[in-house]
C-alpha cells in the first residue's frame, strides 16, 4: 500500500487495520523515508521526531481543523438533519481540545486544580474501593468482559464525580459519551451513528443545565461548582461550561478506557511480561508507560499550520490538514529500541501517548494512577486470568483505541 492509496479514513477504519494498525504504519513511515514531503492539502506524519515537533509548536492550531473535520461529517446530508448535526458538532469550538491559546489557556487554568498531583491523589481510596468493588462483582463468574465490567465503568465514574454528576447517572453518562465520540472519531460522515450523535448533544446539554441549576441552590466543593463560579465572574461562557463538562467526560472515561483495555489484552498476549508483574508489583509506573507506549489509547491528533512551516523533511502550506499518528510515532524504531516489543523495564520511555506540548493531557495522572489500581487488582486477584478466545472487536475510531469489548476468563484452562 502506498500513501496514495491511503486517500479515505475508512482504510484505517478496515477490521485488519483496527485489529492491528502497527503494520500498516511502519508501511507508511517506511515509505515517507528521507524524501521531501510538501505542499499536498492533506499531511500524515508517522514519525516519532515530526510528530513531538508538531506538537511542541504553538504555530499549529487545532481550532483549525474544525472546518475540515465538520464539512467531512455531515457530507451527504441535508435540511433538519443536517442543521441540527452542525449545530452537535458546533460545540467543539468551545472544547478544550479543539481551542489555541488564549482561550485553551484561561479554560485549562479553570479546571488545573482538580487535576492537581494532590488532587488526583486524594482519589486515591475513592478509586480503590471502585476497583475492588467492581471485581467483587466479578468474582463468583467464570468470566467478564474487561471493558463492561471495569475499564468502562472505572473512569466513568471517578470522572462523574469530580465534576459533580451522581454516580447513579454513570451509564446514560457513558452513553453519551460514547454516542458523541463515536461520531466524530471515525473522521467521516456514518449515518448510523449521526442520530445517536445529535441526541446525545442535545441531552447531555439539557441534563448540564439541570445540573447547574441545582447548583445554584446547592454549592459542593466539585468542579460543576467551581465552573458555575467562573460563568458568574464573567470567565466562563454558558456554552463553554457546557463543552468544557462534554470534554472532561469523554477525555475522562474514553482513553482510560482504551489504556485498561489495550494494556490487559497486551500483558494477556505477552504472559512473561505479565509473570514480570505479577512477581513485581513495584514495576507498575514503568508498566503503564510502556503498556500505553505499546497500543496507545489514542491514535491521532490533527492540527492546521497559521503559517508556511518548515520541520525537518516537511514543509507544511499555511491551511494543510496535518495528521499525527501517535500511535505510530510510539512504534518509532527512530526514537524506540525494538518498537513492537512490549518490554514493561523499558528505560528512557518518552513515548507521547498523552501528547506534549500546550495540549499535553491535563488527566494523565488520572488516567495512569487508575490504570496502576486496576492493573494491580486484576493481577493480584485474579492469578489465572487469560482470554476466552472469542473474537475481539475494536472501536471504529481512528482517534480514540480500544476494544469494544474483551471477554475473559479467571478460572484455570
Not at 484505517?12 to 521531501?36: I, K, M, S, T, W
Not at 498523552?354 to 496502576?372: D, I, M, Q, V
Request: aromatic share 8%; charged share 20%; glycine share 6%.
Amino acid at each position: 500500500m502506498t500513501t496514495s492509496d491511503v486517500v479515505r479514513q475508512s482504510v484505517f477504519l478496515a477490521p485488519d487495520v483496527l485489529a492491528n494498525p502497527y503494520p500498516l504504519y511502519a508501511a507508511l513511515r517506511a515509505e515517507q523515508g528521507d524524501g521531501p514531503n510538501s505542499g499536498r492539502t492533506t499531511r500524515r506524519l508517522f514519525s516519532y521526531a515530526d510528530i513531538a515537533a508538531v506538537l511542541r509548536d504553538d504555530r499549529f492550531s487545532v481550532a483549525q481543523i474544525l472546518p475540515t473535520l465538520n464539512r467531512a461529517c455531515l457530507v451527504g446530508y441535508t435540511g433538519q438533519i443536517r442543521a441540527e448535526a452542525a449545530a452537535a458538532l458546533s460545540i467543539r469550538q468551545d472544547m478544550l481540545l479543539y481551542t489555541d491559546p488564549p482561550q485553551h489557556t484561561r479554560l485549562r487554568k479553570l479546571v488545573r486544580p482538580f487535576f492537581s498531583a494532590s488532587a488526583i491523589e486524594a482519589l486515591r481510596p475513592r478509586i480503590e474501593q471502585i476497583v475492588n468493588t467492581q471485581i467483587d462483582a466479578i468474582r463468583p463468574s467464570d468470566q467478564f468482559d474487561l471493558i463492561v465490567d471495569l475499564a468502562g465503568p472505572l473512569p466513568a465514574l471517578v470522572i462523574a464525580e469530580i465534576i459533580g454528576f451522581p454516580a447513579a447517572d454513570r451509564d446514560r453518562l457513558v452513553a453519551w459519551s460514547s454516542a458523541f465520540s463515536g461520531f466524530f472519531g471515525i473522521g467521516q460522515a456514518d449515518p448510523t451513528k449521526l442520530e445517536a450523535a445529535v441526541s446525545s448533544y442535545f441531552d447531555f446539554s439539557d441534563y448540564v443545565a439541570s445540573s447547574v441549576k441545582a447548583r445554584q441552590d446547592d454549592p459542593r466543593s466539585d468542579l460543576l461548582t467551581a465552573l458555575l463560579a467562573a460563568e458568574s465572574r464573567g470567565e466562563l461562557s454558558p456554552r463553554e461550561l457546557i463543552a468544557t463538562c462534554m470534554t472532561l467526560l469523554i477525555a475522562g472515561s474514553e482513553t482510560t478506557t482504551g489504556l485498561i483495555g489495550n494494556g490487559m489484552l497486551a500483558l494477556l498476549l505477552h504472559p512473561g511480561q505479565l509473570d514480570l508483574l505479577r512477581q513485581d508489583p513495584t514495576l507498575i509506573d514503568h508498566a503503564v508507560e510502556e503498556l500505553a507506549r505499546y497500543d496507545s489509547p489514542v491514535q491521532l491528533a490533527a492540527f492546521v499550520p497559521t503559517e508556511p512551516i518548515a520541520i525537518g523533511k516537511h514543509t507544511f502550506r499555511q491551511g494543510a490538514l496535518v495528521e499525527c499518528w501517535i500511535g505510530a510515532a510510539n512504534r518509532d524504531p527512530a526514537q524506540f529500541d525494538e518498537p513492537d516489543r512490549l518490554y514493561l523495564r523499558r528505560t528512557p520511555n518518552r513515548h507521547l501517548a498523552f501528547g506534549t506540548g500546550t495540549h499535553f493531557c491535563l488527566g494523565s495522572a488520572l488516567g495512569r494512577l487508575e490504570a496502576k489500581i486496576a492493573f494491580n487488582g486484576l493481577v493480584r486477584e485474579f492469578p489465572q486470568l487469560h482470554l476466552t478466545g472469542a473474537p475481539i472487536s475494536w472501536r471504529p475510531s481512528v482517534v480514540f483505541r480500544s476494544p469494544a469489548s474483551l471477554p475473559l476468563a479467571i478460572k484455570e484452562k
